[in-house]
C-alpha cells in the first residue's frame, strides 16, 4: 500500500504507526507536510466492545476538545472508507521512554493534570503509554478513545501501572517483543 486517500485526496504512505484496537496508524505525506492517518479496522477484540468506530472516533474527538487536554487536531474524516486524517506529533511515546529509561517528572506531572481534566469532564482516556508522545516536553494524548469515568480505569488505579518499569510492564513488552 503506497497511496491512500481521505475523501479523494491522496496521500504517500511513509510508514505503519502502530495497530491498536480500532485501527492501523500510518504516517504520511502530501509532499509538503506529514500526517496520520487512521484506517478503522474490524478485527476481533476480546476485551473491547466496539459499536460504530468511526462514529465514536468522532464523537471522542468532539468531547476531548472540550477538556483541553493537548490531543492532535482531526483534520479530516471519511466515513465511507473508515479514514482519519490527524496532525502528526513527532516524538517519542511514553512506552519507549519507559523503555529507554529516558522517563521525565515533568510527564507524570503532565498525565496527572490531563487526569483531572477529563476527570472533570466525566472522562477516562487510555492510559497505556503508546497513547502519549511528547514533543519539546510537552505531552499530547495521540489517541481519541474516551469512555464514561469509571475509577478502576483511572491513571492512579490502572494507567500508572504502564508508566515505569513495573511488573505489568515488563510483562507486556515480553509478550509483544
Not at 490531563?114 to 494524548?141: C, H, K, W
Request: proline share 2%.
Amino acid at each position: 500500500m503506497d497511496k491512500m486517500d481521505v475523501n479523494g485526496k491522496e496521500y504517500n504512505v511513509i510508514k505503519l504507526l502502530g495497530h491498536g484496537k480500532g485501527g492501523y496508524s500510518y504516517l504520511v505525506t502530501d509532499g509538503t507536510k506529514e500526517y496520520v492517518l487512521k484506517q478503522i479496522h474490524h478485527e476481533p477484540c476480546d476485551y473491547y466492545q466496539f459499536g460504530n468506530k468511526i462514529e465514536a472516533e468522532k464523537n471522542d474527538y468532539e468531547r476531548l476538545s472540550k477538556t483541553g487536554i493537548t490531543i492532535p487536531k482531526m483534520l479530516d474524516l471519511d466515513e465511507i472508507k473508515e479514514r482519519i486524517l490527524k496532525e502528526y506529533i513527532d516524538g517519542p511515546t511514553i512506552y519507549d521512554l519507559v523503555l529507554e529509561d529516558r522517563m521525565k517528572d515533568i510527564y507524570l506531572q503532565q498525565v496527572r493534570k490531563m487526569s483531572d481534566m477529563v476527570y472533570r469532564a466525566g472522562l477516562n482516556i487510555d492510559y497505556f503509554p503508546t497513547n502519549f508522545v511528547v514533543q519539546n516536553d510537552e505531552m499530547y494524548y495521540i489517541d481519541y478513545e474516551c469512555n464514561d469515568y469509571m475509577e478502576e480505569w483511572n491513571f492512579e488505579n490502572w494507567g500508572i501501572k504502564y508508566w515505569s518499569k513495573t511488573e505489568e510492564f515488563l510483562e507486556y513488552v515480553k509478550q509483544h517483543s
